[in-house]
Structures are given as C-alpha cells and as structure tokens.
T-cell receptor
Framework: DQQVKQNSPSLSVQEGRISILNCDYT??????FLWYKKYPAEGPTFLIS?????DKNEDGRFTVFLNKSAKHLSLHIVPSQPGDSAVYFC????????????FGTGTRLLVSP | EPEVTQTPSHQVTQMGQEVILRCVPI?????FYWYRQILGQKVEFLVS????????KSEIFDDQFSVERPDGSNFTLKIRSTKLEDSAMYFC????????????FGPGTRLTVL
C-alpha cells in the first residue's frame, strides 16, 4: 500500500546549500500534508504542513510546495545546517481533523560542514 | 514546551506475554493515536481514540491489541499475547483539536519480543 512515496532514501547536501526532499502520493482524497523530522531513538517531530487549498507554505528556513495536479510535494530547506541531518518523513491525511496519517518511507538527509 | 511522554523507553518480553505501553499526551489535547514502526519500514497507523472510544483502527490492530485511557492523563496500549512480529517502535501521538491534523509524537517505546 504505497499511497505516499519518498523515492529518494538518502540525500547529501553541503552546509549552506538548499536541500530539496520530494514526496509523491497516489490517493486524491488526501488534502492535508505534513513533514516530520526524526532523529534516531526519538519520535517524529512536526516541521511544517500544508493544506490542499494552498500551493506553498513557509516557516523560516522551511518551505513546503504542493502540486496537486502532479500529486507531488516537496520540502525545501534553505540554508541547510548540519543539525538538519535526520530522516524526513512526508505524511498525508484525508479531510481535516482527527484523521490517521499515512507516512512515506522517509529520506535520510545528511548535511556536511 | 509541552510534550508527549512514553514509558518505558525499551521493553523486552517473552513471546506470549502481555505488555502495556504507556503514554501521557499533551494535557489539553483531545485526540490520541498509536503508531508503530518496524525496523527499516515506514511508520504505520494502529488506532485512533477520542472521547473514550476507538475511532478507527487498522488491520494490524486485531483482538490482541487494546487501548485505554484509564484516567485523565494516561493513554495505554496493551498487547495481550505478544508475537515475534510485534517487535517494533511504538509511538503515541496526540492532537489538540482535530482541526489542523497536526499530531505531536512521543519519543517511542522500543518493544523487543524474544
């Protein structure tokens, strides 16, 4: 059941450059999307979200872009910092409010100094 | 900043034994979830809970699993007779109002079934 896919298992970026993490989904009923960051032995930490009525949401160094027609979203981190090194999960839900999240497989980001 | 807490951080048990995983959600949150992540796999939904009732459960959440909110603060997941394949990280999550879908996760309990 691959409703949410992150096709890049890993990404390496130099400090100060842009990191772009991608996510694709197949279920057109999804209308709320989130990005979580996860360090080893910790729970997922919420980063940023976007509703399907928007195509962009920005919070500091993090921007999420949503292309509904392509069923694709991306997370941009600018500038990347070594502390951003973690596994990033894309998640999606149907409707709004009290809905289960469907997660992608994650992308491991390594930001080198 | 308030956070979701989980105990224990690591639980080792023998196959067939019962385990109870405990969570304390963020205090003003109303919606609660359990997810699990088997090593190397994606985080997957188990169950959602609101107003002292299960709202939705996945096919993983069979009769061996149960959830309870025994008091105003704790939220527990019980596995009655553990199997080897129950070995995973179990994450509790809570959501404030059910409007924004922003779920906040605890640090997880690593369950190892021998």
């Amino acid at each position: 059941d691959q409703q949410v896919k992150q096709n890049s298992p890993s990404l390496s970026v130099q400090e100060g450059r842009i990191s772009i993490l991608n996510c694709d989904y197949t279920n057109s009923m999804f209308d709320y999307f989130l990005w979580y960051k996860k360090y080893p032995a910790e729970g997922p930490t919420f980063l940023i979200s976007i509703s399907s009525i928007k195509d962009k949401n920005e919070d500091g160094r993090f921007t999420v872009f949503l292309n509904k027609s392509a069923k694709h979203l991306s997370l941009h981190i600018v500038p990347s910092q070594p502390g951003d090194s973690a596994v990033y999960f894309c998640a999606a839900s149907k409707n709004t409010g009290f809905q289960k999240l469907v997660f992608g497989t994650g992308t491991r980001l390594l930001v080198s100094p | 900043e308030p956070e979701v807490t989980q105990t224990p951080s690591h639980q080792v048990t023998q196959m067939g034994q019962e385990v109870i995983l405990r969570c304390v959600p963020i205090s003003n949150h109303l919606y609660f979830y359990w997810y699990r992540q088997i090593l190397g796999q994606k985080v997957e939904f188990l169950v959602s809970f609101y107003n002292n009732e299960i709202s939705e459960k996945s096919e993983i959440f069979d009769d061996q699993f149960s959830v309870e909110r025994p008091d105003g603060s704790n939220f527990t997941l019980k596995i009655r007779s553990t199997k080897l394949e129950d070995s995973a990280m179990y994450f509790c999550a809570s959501e404030p109002s059910g409007i924004t879908d922003t779920q906040y996760f605890g640090p997880g309990t690593r369950l190892t079934v021998l």
